[in-house]
C-alpha cells in the first residue's frame, strides 16, 4: 500500500478507497456458490433504457438518472390508468357545475341527449336525469325516483346502489338515505340507509318513454322526485332542475398532462382513506399528496406529459383494439366485444382484477352498476361494442355498413345503435344529431320477419331513412348496441 495510513487517516474516506482499489483488485470471492441470478454484470443492455452501467451491482450516476426517469414515468403511466375512474368522475361532475348545477340539483336531458355536450357514450333514445350528490355536510335524502334505470356511483366510480327498477325500490315511492364515511349522528327511521366512502357521488337514472311522449314522462318524473339534505327534512326545499338538451359543455377528463391536475383535485377534496392505500401510494409517488399542494418542478412536468401520453395511447389500444380474446361474444370475424363481457362489475376473473377490462370501460363509459354487467332477467341493461369489420381495418364514416338485429329482439324496454367518435368517444356529431336509431324511433321500420336492419354511413339508403345513422367521411367512429331490460 503505498499511501501510509497516516495520510488516509487525515484524508477522511480516502482510507476506504485505498483499502477498497487494492481489496477489488482482483475478481471478488464469495463464501459460498452464488447463482447467476443474483450477479448484476457490469455492463446491462435494455430495449427502454439503453446500457445500464454497475460497479459490482452499484448503479453509477448515469444508471440511477436512467432508472429514477424510468420509474417515474411507468408511475405516471400507472397513476392515469389506476387513476381513471377518479378523473372520469371528477370531470363529469366539474362539467355540470361549469353549466351551474350545484349538488342535489337535478339535471335532464328534455327533450333527449344530442352531440353537443361532450359526454362518454350517451344514447338520445330516452331522456337521462342525474345528479351530484355530495355528503360531506350531512347525509342526503334521495326521495321517489320512480320506475326509472339507475344507480349511484361514489368519486372513484365504483358502485354504491342500484336507483329505480333494478334497485331496492323496484320503481315504487321510497326514500334513500346516501351516508357519508365521517357522519356520526343518527339515521331516523323510514329510509333505506345506503353507506359510502367518499363525499361526491353521481346520480344517475334512465326514463322510461312511453308512446313516444317524451315531455309527459320528464313531468311526471320531475313531480315525483325530490332530492336534498337530511338537516331540511322537515322542510324540504323546492327541486331545482336544469334542461340539459342542446347545452354546449364537456364532462370528459383530459388526456394530457392536466389530468394529474384532475386526479388531485379528487384527492384533495375526498377523505385521507376514501381509497385503497396501495392507489393513494402510487398518486403519492408523483406528488399527489392529501394536504400539500401538488407542484411538481420542470423534471416532473416533463415525466408526467410523457406519462399521460404514454397511456392514453395505452388506453385507446386497449379500447380501439383490444388483444384479449375473452372480450369479444363471438370467435371469428363477428367483432362484438365488451369490457363488461366478463359479467363483472369489478372487472373480477377468478379472483383477479382484469386490469385491462378495468382502464377499457373507465376510459370509454360512464357509470357502473352490476345491472349493466349481469342483469337479471327484464331489468338492467346488455352492451356491445364494435369498432372494425376486420382485425385492422377500422369503421370507415366514408362508406355504408349494415347491422341485423334478429327478432323478436330481446329488450322488454328499448334498444338501440348509437355512434361515437374515436376521438371523444362521445356522439358522433353530424347533421342527423342523434347519433343513433332505436326501438323508439319514430320512422324505424322491421323487417317482414321482425328483424330490424339498421345502416350506417354519409347518405341514407333509397328507403332506408327510418333506419340509418348519419357518419362522416374521412372521421372515425365505434357502435354500441344497447338492450334495456334483456328478457334472454
Known sequence: MKLSVQKCLLTGFVLFACVTQNALAEKPKYAADVPSSLITPDSVQTDYLGELEFFDGMPNDLTVQKAYDFLDTYRAVESFLSGMPAASIYGLLEGHRGIGMQPNDLGITETLMDARSLWLTPQTTTPYAHAEIDVKNGPVVIENPGPVLGFIDDAFFLYVTDIGLAGPDKGKPFKYLLVGPDY?????????????????????????????????????????????????????????????????????????????????????????????????????????????????????????????????????????????????????????????????????????????????????????????????????????????????????????????????VPAQNFWSFMVYSGQ?????????????????????????????????????????????VQTEPNTSYNCLLRLYSPWV
Open 184 to 408: 356520526t349522528g343518527e339515521t331516523p327511521q323510514g329510509y333505506h340507509v345506503v353507506r359510502t366512502n367518499t363525499y361526491r357521488h353521481w346520480f344517475i337514472v334512465r326514463l322510461f318513454v312511453a308512446d313516444g311522449d317524451v315531455a309527459g314522462t320528464v313531468n311526471a318524473f320531475k313531480k315525483s322526485i325530490r332530492i336534498y339534505p337530511l338537516a331540511q327534512d322537515d322542510n324540504p326545499p323546492e327541486q331545482r332542475f336544469f334542461n340539459l338538451s342542446g347545452r354546449q359543455y364537456n364532462t370528459i377528463h383530459a388526456s394530457d398532462k392536466t389530468f394529474y391536475d384532475e386526479l388531485n383535485a379528487v384527492i384533495q377534496y375526498e377523505p385521507a382513506n376514501a381509497f385503497n392505500p396501495e392507489l393513494v401510494g402510487l398518486f403519492a409517488s408523483i406528488g399527489i399528496k392529501k394536504g400539500q399542494p401538488f407542484a411538481p418542478d420542470k423534471r416532473m412536468q416533463k415525466i408526467l406529459t410523457e406519462g399521460a401520453a404514454i397511456a392514453n395511447a395505452i388506453a385507446r389500444s386497449i379500447v380501439y383494439r383490444p388483444r384479449s380474446e375473452s372480450v369479444y361474444f363471438y370467435p371469428g370475424e363477428r367483432r362484438w366485444y365488451s369490457p363488461l363481457a366478463g359479467g363483472s362489475s369489478e372487472f373480477l376473473d377468478n379472483g383477479e382484477r382484469v386490469l385491462a377490462d378495468r382502464v377499457f370501460f373507465h376510459y370509454y363509459a360512464t357509470g357502473i352498476t352490476p345491472a349493466m354487467a349481469k342483469p337479471k332477467v327484464g331489468t338492467g341493461s346488455v352492451y356491445a361494442m364494435a369498432t372494425d369489420v376486420a382485425k385492422g381495418r377500422y369503421l370507415d364514416g366514408g362508406k355504408t355498413y349494415s347491422v341485423t338485429l334478429p327478432g323478436p
Open 424 to 468: 371523444t368517444r362521445s356522439i358522433l356529431e353530424t347533421d342527423q344529431k342523434t347519433g343513433g336509431v332505436g326501438s323508439n324511433s319514430p320512422n324505424l321500420k322491421a323487417n317482414d320477419d321482425g328483424s330490424f336492419t339498421v345502416w350506417f354511413g354519409p347518405k341514407a339508403p333509397a328507403g332506408k331513412e327510418g333506419n340509418w
